[in-house]
């Protein structure tokens, strides 16, 4: 019985992904895509000094064929899978795309014209586009929170359109477009979604859920602000990080000394619920160790870092 079932449903999937479905009746994957653009510029705002700003082109349904055809040799896709769905889904950039976010992170001021030359992409831009997608796909799972929860986990990049079937090749998929602005240039990003993937959430797609309030308190405003004021937060002070593999950690023993690389001029990084926030000289002050703050934690700078030390 539950191989006739499960047969059912994969005939189902397969019926639903050829035939589609309205993405008219589907309303609250725009306020998703929008909330996502908004999202993706706030989370490029500290890594650039120049402005960036995405907005939503279009959203509709295609065969998932054409969808991949189109970019083929042009684009950078990864695949995330959404494990609450049991189901994969793509986030590319165009190569217009790639090019403008390379100059956009790493100082550019646009007055170089920019590329245009069909050739294979760099480790630098692959690594790029992999920390983006990453951002992004958070971005992706944030926009989602109004209507369901799911986790959006990286799998994969790819630059070959062809090994990128995330679902039969004549299926339907939402694909959403949204376009990149910046130093004068830009590019697009692509989201595609299967349709046999929210079948299960449409009834939640097809009411438009907001996010924000109609009018605001000042006085609960003022209340509010006062009261995160007063919130208490725990502080993180790391001199070091090391990794180990098990073996090594389960030989510890009582007395043994782990050798650091720090020294006394080595700056420990404050963090607070996971964001790096200072560094900071440690030093002492009526017996006891305390802090002295250098300078602020440069997210553009060790997001670089991060970037080139892959």
Not at 149 to 160: A, D, H, I, K, P
Not at 276 to 287: A, P, V, Y
Request: glycine share 6%; hydrophobic share 40%.
């Amino acid at each position: 019985m539950a191989d006739v079932k499960a047969g059912r449903d994969q005939g189902s999937d397969q019926l639903l992904g050829a035939a589609g479905i309205s993405v008219e009746r589907m309303p609250m994957l725009h306020v998703i895509f929008d909330t996502m653009t908004n999202l993706c510029a706030e989370s490029l705002r500290s890594m650039s000094p120049s402005q960036s700003y995405f907005s939503l082109m279009s959203v509709g349904s295609e065969r998932l064929s054409d969808i991949l055809d189109r970019h083929e040799g042009e684009a950078i896709a990864a695949v995330f899978y959404a494990q609450a769905w049991d189901a994969r889904v793509l986030i590319g950039f165009d190569r217009d795309f790639v090019y403008t976010m390379i100059e956009l992170l790493f100082g550019a001021d646009g007055a170089e014209p920019p590329l245009d030359m069909p050739r294979v992409f760099s480790n630098v831009e692959l690594h790029v586009a992999q920390a983006l997608f990453e951002r992004f796909g958070k971005a992706l799972q944030s926009s989602f929170e109004r209507a369901t929860e799911v986790t959006f986990n990286l799998e994969r990049v790819e630059t070959r359109m062809d090994y990128l079937a995330i679902g039969r090749l004549n299926n339907m998929a939402v694909c959403s477009k949204i376009l990149l602005q910046a130093l004068d240039r830009g590019g697009e990003m692509f989201i595609v979604i299967p349709h046999a993937a929210l079948n299960p959430i449409r009834t939640a797609m097809s009411q438009i859920v907001s996010g924000e309030s109609a009018s605001t308190d000042p006085k609960w405003s003022r209340q509010l602000h006062s009261e995160i004021k007063r919130t208490e937060v725990t502080l993180k002070a790391i001199l070091e990080e090391r990794q180990f593999t098990l073996g090594e950690v389960a030989n510890f023993k009582v007395g043994q000394v782990l050798q650091l690389n720090a020294t006394p001029d080595t700056l420990v990084r404050l963090e607070c619920n996971e964001q790096r926030l200072f560094w900071c000289q440690l030093g002492q002050m009526n017996g006891v160790y305390s802090l002295q703050v250098k300078e602020s934690g440069d997210q553009k700078r060790e997001f670089i870092d991060d970037i080139l030390n892959r």
